[in-house]
C-alpha cells in the first residue's frame, strides 16, 4: 500500500463531524465493565454485547471506524454476518488492537510497558484479511511521586514506533496511543509536563523508525488533574492545557489526533472536545474522539445484558456519538445535549 493510501484511511479516521469507538476492550477489562451490570463474561455475552455496538443504527453518521479485539474480528452477527463485513457496509472502517497488554517493567517497580512485538507481522496480516484497515497499540504511562521515570517512557516509546512501522508496512494504519493515566491525585501541571515528555519521547522514536507521520493517528490522553486532585480544572483550562501541549510536542505532519476518554464522564469528555474545536485559532490537525467508556457506558447500563433494552441502548449509544461528532466541529452545547437526548 502506498503513502498515499495510508494517508487517505488515516484521514477518513478524522474527517470533520467523525470520529471512533472503541470497543476493544482485553478479557479483564470487559470482565470488570460487564461485573458493573452483574453479567457474567462469556464469549457469549462479550458477541451479544458487541454486535449491539457493531449493529446500532446510525453509527455510520459520526463513526469513521470501530477498535475490534482479537476476539471480535472473528465473531459473526446472530445472523451469520462477520463483524467486519458488518461494519464496512455501513461505511465504518474495522480497525484491530494488536498490542497484547502492559506488563510489568523491570527494574522499575509501579512503571509498565506494553508487550506483543513477537508475532506481529504475521498478525498484522491475518488480521487484514480479516478486514482490519487500521490497528491500535497503547502503552500505559503512570504518574506518582517519582514516576514515570526516563526508562519507562523510552521502554514504552521504542515498541509504539516499532508496532507502527511494521503497520505501514503490512498496509494498515498504525493509530499510536501513549496513554498517561488520570488515576492519581496529580495537578493539571504535572499532567502537562509528563504528557509532553511522554509525547516527545514517542516522536522521537517514531522519527528513528522512519514511521511515515503523514500515515498514522495519535490517540492521547487530554491534559486533565487526576481524579484523586482536590482542584479539578475548568473545561476552558482543560482544552487550553491540551492544545498548547499537543502544539509543544506534536508534529503538524500527523494526519489527526484522537483522544481517549480515561474515566471522564461521557458528558465532560464531549464538553471538553468541543472546546478545543471551539477555539478561535486553527490547530494543526484535526482533533477528534476514541472512546471507549465515554461513548459506551450509558448504553452499557440501559442494556444491562438483557436482549429486551437493545434497541434502548443502541438509542443512547446513537446519542453520545451525535453529540461527540458535533463536537469534533465545535458545535456541541449543553442545551444540545439535553435537547437532542429528550
Ligand atoms: C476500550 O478500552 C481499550 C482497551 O483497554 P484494555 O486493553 O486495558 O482492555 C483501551 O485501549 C481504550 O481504547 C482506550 O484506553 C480509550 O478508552 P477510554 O475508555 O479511556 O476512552
Redesign the pocket.
Known sequence: MSTQDLQAIARALVAPGKGIL?????LP?IKKRFEGIGLESTEETRRAYRELLITSPGSGEFISGM?LFDETIRQVTTQGTPFPWVLSKQGIMPGI?VDQ?AKPLAGHPGEKVTEGLDGLRERLIAYRQLGAQFAKW?AVITIGEAIPSRGCLEANAQPLARYAALCQEEGLVPIV?P?VLMDGDNTIDRCYEITEATLRSVFNALYVQRVVLEGLVLKTNMVIAGKQCLRQASVAEVAEQTTRCLRNAVPSAIAGIVF????QSAELATAHLNAMNAMAVTHPWPLSF?????LQAPALKIWGGHHANVKKAQKALYHREKCNGLATLGRYTEALEKELAA
Open positions: 472503541a470497543i476493544d476492550e482485553s477489562t477498535i488492537k497488554g497503547r496511543e496513554e481517549l476518554s480515561g474515566g476514541s472512546y471507549g467508556r465515554a
